[in-house]
T-cell receptor, first 112, second 113 residues
């Protein structure tokens, strides 16, 4: 069983709308959680990084939350744009030594 | 943040030939490099981990004699796909790492005909 589960698997929204992507994990001991955006045919690009003590972090229209007690994270996208169409990947690290566990990603499609 | 480049960005080769993919960290000394393979609509699959100057550690199911990894310096790692077959066609991505810092390359699309 994957230690990082993301939902939904895919999502279609209209341009301008908001959406929230979910990530649940069982990775332990927890070091940090990262959200990446991956455009088709490109490498993942970091959106946010959160450690145990951080509950929320924003990067422009992207806001990530973390509840380390329930081992849940969310990525909220406001006022979506067509360019937000991509896969969003949740990655959880167990230690500082680069052991990163990947979620399967959420495929977001923003339609005009 | 640091920039990680991959070369080539895409390559087409004939079955049976070998292909080398380079991963360079341009302003960042990576103590560890990771290589991933990604098939369409799937997540990244870790192939191997390499530390500078050491032999790579391969994930279960990845043939080390087929996917040769060299991490000659803190800024360069190479992945050579030997005797490529059509099933090796995939998107290959490297990740440069130093402690807390992690940067992915832009990926290389390999098509084997």
């Amino acid at each position: 069983k994957n230690q990082v589960e993301q939902s939904p698997q895919s999502l279609i929204i209209l341009e301008g709308k908001n959406c929230t992507l979910q990530c649940n994990y069982t990775v332990s001991p927890f070091s940090n959680l990262r959200w990446y955006k991956q455009d088709t045919g490109r490498g993942p690009v970091s959106l946010t990084i959160m450690t145990f003590s951080e509950n929320t972090k924003s990067n422009g229209r992207y806001t990530a939350t973390l509840d380390a007690d329930t081992k849940q994270s969310s990525l909220h996208i406001t006022a979506s744009q067509l360019s937000d169409s991509a896969s969003y990947i949740c990655v959880v690290s167990a230690t500082r030594n680069n052991d990163m566990r990947f979620g399967a990603g959420t495929r977001l499609t923003v339609k005009p | 943040g640091a920039v990680v480049s991959q070369h080539p960005s895409w390559v087409i080769c004939k079955s049976g030939t070998s292909v080398k993919i380079e991963c360079r960290s341009l302003d960042f000394q990576a103590t560890t490099m990771f290589w991933y393979r990604q098939f369409p609509k799937q997540s990244l699959m870790l192939m191997a981990t390499s530390n500078e100057g050491s032999k790579a550690t391969y994930e279960q199911g990845v043939e080390k004699d087929k996917f040769l990894i060299n991490h000659a310096s803190l800024t360069l790692s190479t992945l050579t796909v030997t005797s490529a077959h059509p099933e090796d066609s995939s998107f290959y991505i490297c990740r440069a790492s130093r402690g807390y810092e992690q940067y992915f390359g832009p990926g290389t699309r390999l098509t084997v005909t």
